[in-house]
């Protein structure tokens, strides 16, 4: 059976469905019950959880071209050139519905996306917020690709962008032309211009009105750099590792706007690095956070103080703080995230669970969730052979 596909509440939702993968052993696993690994490295379910799904022979190994019984897979330790095949009830988190039907329009839309730009070797779309680009975590079907893929396009992401950015994502159809165009992003050759609506009134910016969006960055008197380094913290990784290595990273902004009834901004901005979220912190460190950024609005955020000291901290490396107190401070950020956790596990026990996997159900996100005033708008390198501009998103005049 295919996968079903239906959509409610303005999200779309795939029927949950079996999924079968394999993979070989790692070199740890060796001499050791897959029982053993299960619980010990993946801790989203309980023993007898992975007990029963051996002996249903949803989770097996092949061993020399056969599948080991279950009784087997229980007592005999994985080996070097077993191959783990798992066989699971799959359910993927919705996405934000973009497109009634998705339709293909030749040259106009391809499963709903709006298409900016096509040739034999280009696929230029308008990415929706809330959908992943590609595979990743708990999403497969309900990623970009994938869907791609069922309107019978097949085509590589040249680039990252977040699950709720919008905007201009440029696709490659083979691996020369991917090849080619990161190139060019590696090399900064590659200018890339974002929308993002910010909280505050930004700097020079002004509430006249306009037609078309003024030429970002004419007037350098108008310009606010930010040059500050950017990093990640992660408290499922102990300390120090859970603290990224710092990179450094520069944003050019460009006013555009100030909407003086809700005290907001728009913003062109200019990352001349690529790192991982650095736009989201140079606002929130100018004191013009993203106005419904969930991570770096201190208004929106679930776990505040871990975004406040990624955005007062700009390199924990040379910080104030002793080892020993970045350690503690380390244990504050697993302390937050464990009760945050714990707040939503007591919300899981009015849930059901899935008849055939036991699996909770878990409730909808809210649409509001799965979006950020943040949009890829324009991409072109020096050479004038790319340039694209996506239509503007609709939240820059509301």
């Known amino acids: 059976m295919g996968i079903q596909v239906y959509f409610s509440r303005g999200l779309r939702k795939i ?22 690994v299960m619980v010990n490295e993946f801790r ?47 359910h993927e988190p919705p996405v934000l519905q973009w497109s009634e039907n998705e339709e293909d329009i030749p040259g106009i839309k391809v499963a709903g996306f709006d298409i900016v730009h096509e040739n034999d070797n280009l696929l230029v779309l308008n990415k929706p917020s809330g959908i992943p680009i590609h595979p990743t975590g708990q999403f497969y079907q309900n990623t970009i690709t994938e869907i791609l893929k ?44 974002y929308l993002a609506r910010v909280k505050g009134k930004f700097p020079h910016s002004s509430s006249e009105d306009f037609y078309e969006p003024p030429i970002p960055f004419q007037d350098p008197l108008l310009v606010t750099q930010e040059e500050s380094p950017v990093y990640t913290v992660e408290p499922k990784k102990q300390f120090p590792s859970g603290l990224s290595p710092v990179k450094d990273a520069r944003t050019s902004f460009y006013p555009l706007k100030y909407f003086p009834h809700c005290d907001q901004s728009l913003v062109v901005c200019k990352p001349l690095t690529g790192r991982t979220h650095q736009i989201r912190i140079h606002l929130a460190r100018l004191g013009h956070p993203i106005v419904n950024d969930p991570f770096y609005n201190i208004d929106n955020v679930e776990y505040p103080t871990r975004s406040k000291f990624i955005i007062k901290v700009e390199d924990w490396t040379k910080s104030k703080y002793s080892y020993e107190q970045l350690e503690q401070l380390f ?12 707040d939503r596990a007591a919300g899981r026990d009015q849930l059901e669970r899935c008849t055939e ?26 050479q004038g052979d790319f340039s694209f501009t996506t239509a503007l998103p609709s939240w820059v005049n509301e």
């Not at 029927?15 to 053993?36: C, E, I, M, N, S």
């Not at 244990?331 to 714990?342: L, R, S, W």
Request: charged letters at 30%; aromatic letters at 8%.
């Open 15 to 36: 029927r949950p469905y079996y999924h079968k993968r394999t993979a070989f052993a790692k070199g740890r696993w060796f001499q050791r019950t897959l029982l053993d």
């Open 44 to 90: 989203s379910y309980s023993e007898n959880h992975y007990l029963t799904e051996i002996k249903k022979g949803n989770l097996a190994i092949i061993r020399e071209g056969k599948t080991l019984d279950p009784s087997e897979v229980l007592s005999s330790p994985i080996r070097n050139n077993d191959t783990v095949q798992t066989l699971r009830h799959k």
């Open 150 to 193: 069922r309107h019978g396009k097949t085509a590589l992401p040249c680039y990252r962008l977040d699950k709720l950015t919008s905007g201009l994502l440029i696709m490659a159809k083979n691996t020369e032309t991917a090849g080619g165009i990161q190139l060019k992003i590696r090399d900064h050759d590659m200018s890339k211009y």
């Open 331 to 342: 244990e504050t950020f697993i302390k937050e995230c464990e009760n945050v956790q714990a």
């Open 357 to 382: 996997c036991d699996s909770l159900l878990l409730q909808d996100p809210d649409s509001q969730e799965l979006t950020i005033w943040l949009h890829a708008w324009k991409y072109e390198d020096s």
